[in-house]
């Protein structure tokens, strides 16, 4: 008998990805090419935590998960494999904290599958939520800059030239990855706590990856128990219409796949899988 869980619409998008950031984060942030939305983070933090409690990300990026947290008085710790994405964490925490930030926050640069080995032994059955994201491969959305009669460039579209970066070790090895990483945040949470991750689905080859059924299976296999599945629509509500977010990419995937006769729609959402402990 299927399961049927708790779905809820979560409208993050209201404004665009720029306005979010737009003087709560540091401007360089922009060169991370798949920054989570601080939407998205904040509507969790406020929804699965209280005042006061601890917020883990084993791979904060920029730093957004920690950001939002400390703006609602929350602790957070944050783990980035790479060094200059941890900087830049480190450096929108300050400026968190010069705004009047209440929370303490702390930024490891290591690797997130090593979750449980990074955090200070104390904190073990501690964390009320573990918010993050997977990389979805070596190369995402990032900038584009247009030059009349030379076309479109490209830039700030990779996580890193690091072959050891989970970015690059393909969907098995990225599956491997976040077992690891579901199974330390499971050690990590109290007995009340919450794992909630940002996922999307992906097309390679032609074919739909997806990513969100297949870690509602890992993290089963994690000892967590998926509870809610919502949808964090990337899309602003107008009344009874949308106004798309869709990323230049986005739209150009879609084009080029229309182009070759294969039917495409550009995606417009974001899963939130929120597990509990078995």
């Given at each position: 008998?299927?399961?049927?869980?708790?779905?809820?619409?979560?409208?993050?998008?209201?404004?665009?990805?720029?306005a979010?950031?737009?003087?709560?984060?540091?401007?360089?942030?922009?060169?991370?090419?798949?920054?989570?939305?601080?939407?998205?983070?904040?509507?969790a933090?406020?929804?699965?935590?209280?005042?006061?409690?601890?917020?883990?990300?084993?791979?904060?990026?920029?730093?957004?998960?920690?950001?939002?947290?400390?703006?609602?008085?929350?602790?957070?710790?944050?783990?980035?494999y790479?060094?200059?994405?941890?900087?830049?964490?480190?450096?929108?925490?300050?400026?968190?904290r010069?705004?009047?930030?209440?929370?303490?926050?702390?930024?490891?640069?290591?690797?997130?599958?090593?979750?449980v080995?990074?955090?200070?032994?104390?904190?073990?059955?501690?964390?009320?939520?573990?918010?993050t994201?997977?990389?979805?491969?070596?190369?995402?959305?990032?900038?584009?800059t247009?030059?009349?009669?030379?076309?479109?460039?490209?830039?700030?579209?990779?996580?890193?030239?690091?072959?050891?970066?989970?970015?690059?070790?393909?969907?098995?090895?990225?599956?491997?990855?976040?077992?690891?990483?579901?199974?330390?945040?499971?050690?990590?949470?109290?007995?009340?706590?919450?794992?909630?991750?940002?996922?999307?689905?992906?097309?390679?080859?032609?074919?739909?990856?997806?990513?969100?059924?297949?870690?509602?299976?890992?993290?089963?296999?994690?000892?967590?128990?998926?509870?809610?599945?919502?949808?964090?629509?990337?899309?602003?509500?107008?009344?009874?219409?949308?106004?798309?977010?869709?990323?230049?990419?986005?739209?150009?995937?879609?084009?080029?796949?229309?182009?070759?006769?294969t039917?495409?729609?550009?995606?417009?959402?974001?899963?939130?899988?929120?597990?509990?402990?078995?």
């Open positions: 008998m299927a399961i049927e869980l708790p779905l809820s619409v979560w409208p993050v998008a209201q404004r665009t990805a720029r979010q950031r737009a003087g709560r984060y540091l401007e360089i942030s922009g060169t991370h090419p798949a920054k989570m939305l601080p939407a998205i983070a904040a509507r933090v406020a929804t699965y935590t209280c005042p006061g409690d601890l917020v883990v990300d084993p791979m904060c990026g920029i730093g957004t998960t920690l950001v939002e947290a400390v703006h609602q008085g929350r602790d957070a710790v944050g783990i980035e790479e060094p200059e994405w941890a900087a830049h964490a480190e450096a929108n925490l300050a400026l968190a010069a705004q009047g930030a209440t929370g303490q926050a702390e930024v490891i640069c290591g690797d997130g599958r090593c979750l080995g990074h955090l200070d032994p104390a904190a073990r059955g501690l964390v009320a939520l573990v918010l994201s997977p990389p979805y491969g070596p190369s995402l959305h990032g900038r584009v247009t030059t009349p009669g030379q076309g479109v460039r490209k830039s700030h579209a990779r996580y890193s030239t690091d072959p050891a970066n989970l970015a690059h070790v393909g969907l098995t090895g990225l599956l491997d990855a976040m077992r690891a990483v579901l199974r330390g945040a499971a050690q990590l949470l109290r007995p009340d706590g919450i794992v909630a991750m940002t996922v999307r689905p992906w097309w390679r080859d032609g074919a739909l990856v997806d990513l969100p059924g297949a870690l509602s299976t890992i993290g089963d296999e994690a000892g967590l128990v998926l509870y809610e599945r919502n949808v964090a629509l990337l899309a602003a509500l107008r009344d009874d219409t949308l106004v798309p977010r869709a990323s230049f990419f986005a739209l150009e995937q879609v084009r080029k796949a229309r182009a070759a006769g039917p495409r729609l550009v995606t417009a959402h974001e899963d939130l899988l929120v597990w509990r402990r078995r």
